[in-house]
């Protein structure tokens, strides 16, 4: 995906307006240099026996059974991440530390600029590492990570009928609009064709789109809707941020505190995110297709949420028709991408992500009860993909016990 770059970024800067996406210079690579074995969160070593290793597994799995705990012969979450994640060798999780250290080191070699890896299997961080300055508290911009965010709050919003459902047509919450290219196939855009980026819209994803929406246009709901149409909705995979933002647009316009304050009380407080800072366009509406920051554990949450349908503790904060609507192939995108709503989904691996530039993704795999996140400041999320195909994915050494509903079982073939 292209975008911003380095000279807007600091024009940018210098008015006081944060960068949502630009290209900036690299941070560097990952020096290759010697280091002591990996400690998870736990301070146990991922892939070595550290000393007292067998006391504290036999400790850990007294405590819950890979994360869980028998109740009636039945298999529970005995916690939820919402006050903090806890902590877990990976064994006693069921995956192969090893593998998650050789993960780490094909990323070292590969001089990979990554801020962070959290590996999340069963409700339990087995891996947590970041380098250089960055650590578990650190906030990252998500870039189009965002645009995940924003699909579960447009699920929220026909869950409350606020929105009627994803075939009422966009321009029916915006009727004071006058287009500049009045094409009548404008009145057939739905809100599935903007969660699905199918919209018709004559979007080019650019720096030179963003720098005209920075520089010249304050109403950029205006600015995607003015966009002439190239082909009639829902018939071709156009990646868009426009169509996010007008999601984020619609969402403001019909709830009352609008889409921040909408997502602090129905998505983030209930997870237990705290007040994440987000980018206004300069109409005062948060960007639906970047700008949030969070830190890489509550990354993770939106995935934990996902992982089980929607449902946080005991409530159902995203419908679990949503969630299965969201994550399952829509239409054909890039390469062997399929894409949901607002989320990439690779069937041939049975996992959906939530992917922004730099390197920002979460990784969702339902049949291995397993989240993955990562942060970085790289060209491409490909070998972040990579990563997780060949040594995260292998390292589940067993299917977990009573994997979460819709999960497809994944078996070790994938590996290398």
Request: charged fraction near 20%; proline fraction near 7%; charge should be neutral.
């Amino acid at each position: 995906m292209k975008t911003i770059g380095t000279f807007l970024c600091a024009a940018l800067a210098a008015a006081g307006l944060a960068a949502c996406s630009g290209k900036t210079p690299s941070t560097g690579p990952i020096k290759a240099t010697p280091r002591p074995p990996l400690k998870t969160a736990t301070g146990s070593v991922v892939g070595g026996n550290a000393p007292g290793s067998t006391s504290a597994k036999k400790e850990t799995t007294r405590a819950g059974i890979s994360g869980r705990r028998m109740a009636g012969g039945g298999i529970v979450e005995d916690y939820w991440p919402t006050e903090g994640w806890r902590t877990s060798t990976p064994e006693d999780q069921e995956m192969d530390g090893t593998r998650l250290q050789a993960a780490l080191e094909s990323a070292q070699r590969q001089r990979l600029s990554l801020h962070g890896v959290v590996v999340i299997r069963h409700g339990y961080i087995v891996l947590e590492k970041y380098f250089a300055s960055n650590n578990a508290t650190s906030v990252h911009s998500l870039y189009s990570c965002t645009k995940s965010f924003v699909s579960a709050l447009v699920g929220i919003a026909i869950d409350k009928r606020l929105i009627a459902d994803v075939n009422q047509p966009v321009v029916s919450f915006f009727p004071d609009s006058d287009f500049e290219d009045p094409d009548k196939s404008k009145q057939e855009i739905t809100i599935e064709n903007l969660l699905t980026m199918s919209s018709g819209l004559n979007w080019l994803e650019a720096d030179e789109t963003y720098e005209r929406m920075y520089t010249t246009y304050r109403d950029w709901v205006e600015f995607v809707l003015d966009l002439p149409m190239v082909f009639r909705p829902g018939l071709i995979f156009n990646y868009s941020s426009g169509c996010s933002h007008l999601l984020s647009a619609i969402i403001q316009k019909t709830s009352d505190k609008g889409t921040y304050d909408f997502a602090r009380s129905n998505l983030f407080k209930p997870l237990g995110i705290k007040d994440p800072t987000w980018e206004r366009d300069p109409s005062g509406i948060p960007i639906g297709g970047w700008g949030l920051s969070l830190s890489p554990r509550d990354m993770a949450k939106l995935g934990y949420l996902y992982l089980h349908g929607g449902k946080w503790e005991r409530n159902q904060i995203v419908p679990a028709s949503w969630v299965r609507s969201s994550t399952q192939p829509h239409i054909k995108a890039d390469g062997d991408w399929q894409y949901g709503y607002q989320w990439w989904v690779d069937p041939s691996y049975s996992f959906y992500a939530a992917i922004g530039r730099y390197g920002q993704s979460i990784f969702v795999v339902p049949g291995l009860d397993l989240v993955v996140v990562f942060t970085a400041h790289i060209d491409s999320n490909d070998p972040e993909t990579d990563l997780l195909k060949k040594y995260i994915i292998p390292a589940c050494s067993s299917l977990p016990r009573n994997p979460p509903a819709g999960g497809k079982i994944l078996q070790e073939e994938h590996g290398p």
